[in-house]
């Protein structure tokens, strides 16, 4: 028998931890964790991407949760069956700053508040929930986490979940992973190309030393929020697609075109 089931059928569209979560996949019924599908804020694999949308990267320690809403309010028509959670963390350090921003010297709060995974609850019972791919950020673990400041919130976010790495006893890749409280990660779990890859089993400062030498995405100035950087990717591709100007002196027939008899 297989060690996953389907969970609970409700679908859910919420900002998560640095992505939005769509839907349900599995739930783990050794751990009793149901597993989202996610689509992440800005993209956050390569060192490259590290670079162009964190505004910094720190080494983060949860030390408390809380579930922002009751049971009974998650199964109401707004929340949909979803119970949404934050989570403090303590900043051990910080291991790289955005030295291409004009806010660069801003300090990085010693604590952080962070949305994360929360729960989905179906007949008053909550099956806690995690992004597929990526930590739930769990207290009393350890974690290294691209983060942003949001102009939308005017807050320090996690710029996409599933960038985040287990960071337990000082290895990357060792610790709580899809609610998972002690993993021990392989090339075969994450994005090929990604820090995830390229720091595995080394420390913060292989991280900072990857990302140290990673240049930005072609073509994104470094300005503004996480967002702003996107966007101006979004603009670019959309533009790409757009039809091909008329030659100069050509024109579109229109309702009142002349039609030339054939004259044959």
């Given at each position: 028998?297989?060690?996953?089931?389907?969970?609970?059928?409700?679908?859910?569209?919420?900002?998560?931890?640095?992505?939005?979560?769509?839907?349900?996949?599995?739930?783990?019924?050794?751990?009793?964790?149901?597993?989202?599908?996610?689509?992440?804020?800005?993209?956050?694999?390569?060192?490259?991407?590290?670079?162009?949308?964190?505004?910094?990267?720190?080494?983060?320690?949860?030390?408390?949760?809380?579930?922002?809403?009751?049971?009974?309010?998650?199964?109401?028509?707004?929340?949909?069956?979803?119970?949404?959670?934050?989570?403090?963390?303590?900043?051990?350090?910080?291991?790289?700053?955005?030295?291409?921003?004009?806010?660069?010297?801003?300090?990085?709060?010693?604590?952080?508040?962070?949305?994360?995974?929360?729960?989905?609850?179906?007949d008053g019972q909550a099956t806690p929930a995690a992004i597929e791919g990526s930590p739930r950020l769990a207290i009393d673990h350890t974690y290294i986490m691209p983060i942003g400041k949001f102009a939308s919130s005017g807050?320090?976010?996690?710029?996409?979940?599933?960038?985040?790495?287990?960071?337990?006893?000082?290895?990357?890749?060792?610790?709580?992973?899809?609610?998972?409280?002690?993993?021990?990660?392989?090339?075969?779990?994450?994005?090929?190309?990604?820090?995830?890859?390229?720091?595995?089993?080394?420390?913060?400062?292989?991280?900072?030393?990857?990302?140290?030498?990673?240049?930005?995405?072609?073509?994104?100035?470094?300005?503004?929020?996480?967002?702003?950087?996107?966007?101006?990717?979004?603009?670019?591709?959309?533009?790409?697609?757009?039809?091909d100007p008329l030659p100069s002196g050509s024109e579109t027939p229109g309702d009142d075109s002349t039609v030339v008899p054939d004259t044959e």
């Amino acid at each position: 028998m297989s060690n996953r089931m389907k969970a609970a059928s409700a679908v859910v569209a919420l900002a998560i931890a640095g992505g939005v979560a769509w839907g349900v996949a599995s739930a783990d019924q050794g751990i009793g964790i149901a597993l989202m599908e996610g689509e992440p804020r800005v993209p956050a694999d390569t060192p490259a991407e590290w670079v162009t949308y964190a505004d910094a990267v720190v080494v983060a320690r949860v030390t408390a949760e809380r579930d922002t809403i009751s049971v009974s309010e998650a199964e109401s028509d707004e929340n949909g069956g979803y119970q949404p959670r934050e989570v403090t963390l303590s900043v051990v350090s910080v291991i790289w700053k955005n030295e291409l921003l004009p806010n660069a010297t801003t300090p990085i709060p010693p604590t952080l508040t962070l949305q994360a995974s929360g729960a989905l609850v179906e007949d008053g019972q909550a099956t806690p929930a995690a992004i597929e791919g990526s930590p739930r950020l769990a207290i009393d673990h350890t974690y290294i986490m691209p983060i942003g400041k949001f102009a939308s919130s005017g807050t320090w976010e996690i710029i996409n979940s599933t960038a985040v790495l287990p960071y337990d006893d000082g290895t990357v890749g060792i610790g709580e992973w899809e609610g998972s409280a002690s993993r021990t990660l392989s090339p075969s779990d994450l994005e090929a190309g990604s820090v995830a890859v390229k720091a595995l089993g080394g420390t913060a400062a292989t991280v900072s030393q990857t990302l140290s030498s990673a240049k930005p995405v072609d073509g994104v100035e470094i300005v503004g929020d996480p967002d702003s950087r996107w966007q101006q990717v979004v603009a670019r591709n959309d533009a790409s697609t757009e039809p091909d100007p008329l030659p100069s002196g050509s024109e579109t027939p229109g309702d009142d075109s002349t039609v030339v008899p054939d004259t044959e």
